[in-house]
């Protein structure tokens, strides 16, 4: 089922393919890290291992998961592998999740409103003049 395709257009497959690809590579935090550390500028692969207390194999399979998925570009400058960010990918997730912002602005904007006729309500009622008790006598004697 997780796999399954609401269209049978291959561009939509393909779309379908490359985001979930792109949600498996940032559902790890170090390659989220790697992510955030590439939005400074290039950086060598040796640079990018450096900064994390983990092995340089294990930032190399991080680097590759995130060149697959298309969220970083390799390019060689002599020896060194050199990577940078590239944010097309994000794009493509920020345009999903924009559906979801816009559920949520619906429902608070929906929720304030709510929330904010409620208010006037109450204040609207305890505004008005409370009805005098038939008990308490009217200070000039007649009921």
Do not use: C
Not at 33 to 59: C, H, K, M
Not at 84 to 97: G, I, K
Not at 125 to 130: A, L, N, V
């Amino acid at each position: 089922m997780r796999h399954r395709s609401v269209t049978d257009s291959s561009s939509t497959k393909m779309t379908a393919t490359m985001t979930e690809a792109t949600f498996q590579a940032l559902a790890d935090p170090t390659r989220r890290a790697v992510l955030d550390l590439l939005r400074r500028g290039s950086q060598p692969a040796g640079e990018i291992a450096q900064a994390f207390p983990v092995s340089r194999p294990a930032i190399s399979k991080h680097l590759r998961l995130l060149r697959r998925a298309h969220l970083v570009r390799e390019h060689r400058e002599g020896r060194h592998r050199v990577y940078q960010l590239n944010p097309e990918p994000l794009r493509a997730v920020d345009s999903w999740l924009d559906q979801y912002r816009n559920f949520w602005n619906m429902s608070l904007t929906n929720l304030k409103t709510f929330v904010e006729a409620e208010y006037a309500k109450e204040q609207t009622q305890q505004m008005r003049p409370s009805a005098v008790s038939p008990n308490i006598k009217n200070p000039k004697g007649n009921r």
